[in-house]
């Protein structure tokens, strides 16, 4: 079964400055691979995913984020933060079909962002 | 506006008690797919389905029950609430079952 790890639980960043998002995956075949934003008493927005092709991904919002195969990795990042990405941030993993059968959920990262 | 719509938004259930949990998408989605969201514990699949009539369980599924009578709609019944299932539900739907899911905004539960 796979399955995903968020290692940080709480990151704070200040306006302006880079952030970074890990996220560790653990899947026998090629994963499908999401990231997706959840702003406070929201539901979840798509913030980008990765299937196949190349490696750096774009996605929304100014965010990208790297598949690295043989770290088992698919971090996010953005190269200036801004006070309205504070956030909690969610890594998935689909199986079969790219996700069909349910996404697998990292416990969040909360990403705070000092003024 | 095109989406995922939950109703209720807000419940407060006695132990033993049941109810269902509606959600309704108006974007011809095959796929729909039920989570949970507890503090600490990401969102966990309760039950899925892949297409009108269909239902099949997830990571969570006991103590609940699923149907899929109209593509557009997916309900989610708690048959006797307990504690246990205290938490904010989200509904997603997805066109192939791949790609990205929408989600509505959510149902907050609470079981006394």
């Known amino acids: 079964a796979q399955s995903v790890t968020q290692p940080d639980i709480h990151i704070t960043v200040s306006e302006g400055a880079s952030l970074e998002l890990r996220c560790n995956y653990s899947y026998g075949a090629t994963p499908y691979l999401f990231w997706y934003v959840q702003s406070p008493g929201q539901g979840l927005q798509l913030l980008l995913k990765?299937?196949?092709?190349?490696?750096l991904v774009q996605g929304i919002k100014g965010f990208e984020a790297e598949f690295k195969r043989s770290q088992s990795s698919f971090n996010l990042r953005k190269p200036s933060v801004h006070w309205s990405d504070a956030a909690e941030y969610f890594c998935?993993?689909?199986?079969?079909?790219?996700?069909?059968?349910?996404?697998?959920f990292g416990k969040g990262t909360h990403l705070i962002i000092q003024p | 506006n095109a989406g995922v719509t939950q109703t209720p938004k807000f419940r407060v259930l006695k132990t033993g008690q049941s109810m269902t949990l509606l959600c309704a998408q108006d974007?011809?989605?095959?796929?729909m797919y039920w989570y949970r969201q507890d503090p600490g514990m990401g969102l966990r699949l309760i039950h899925y389905s892949v297409g009108e009539g269909t239902t099949a369980k997830g990571e969570v599924p006991d103590g609940y029950n699923v149907s899929r009578l109209k593509k557009q709609n997916f309900l989610l019944g708690l048959e006797s609430a307990a504690p246990s299932q205290t938490s904010v539900y989200f509904c997603a739907s997805s066109f192939q079952g791949r790609g990205g899911y929408t989600f509505g905004s959510g149902t907050r539960l609470t079981v006394v």
């Open positions: 990765y299937f196949s092709g190349d490696t």
């Open positions: 974007m011809n989605h095959e796929y």
């Open positions: 998935a993993v689909g199986a079969g079909g790219g996700g069909a059968d349910g996404l697998t």
